[in-house]
């Protein structure tokens, strides 16, 4: 199991939204790659990473009864 994270991703449910958006392709290859190296979580793009790194706590606390 994996945690995917990812701000607006260009698909047909975005399509009205006024704001960057990432490729679904971009999502794929983050998620696989998450998974393929055991991540409990995938940030896809800076907004998830800078929203993350705002949260208190550890990975290791919030991941700890994996």
């Known amino acids: 199991m994996?945690?995917?994270?990812?701000?607006?991703?260009?698909?047909?449910?975005?399509?009205?939204?006024?704001?960057?958006?990432?490729?679904?392709?971009?999502v794929a290859e983050a998620t696989m790659a998450g998974l393929l190296n055991d991540e409990p979580e995938v940030l896809v793009d800076e907004v998830t990473r800078r929203v993350r790194a705002a949260l208190s706590g550890g990975l290791d606390e919030l991941y700890a009864n994996r």
């Open 2 to 26: 994996v945690g995917v994270h990812a701000g607006h991703v260009d698909t047909d449910l975005a399509a009205d939204v006024d704001s960057p958006k990432i490729l679904a392709d971009d």
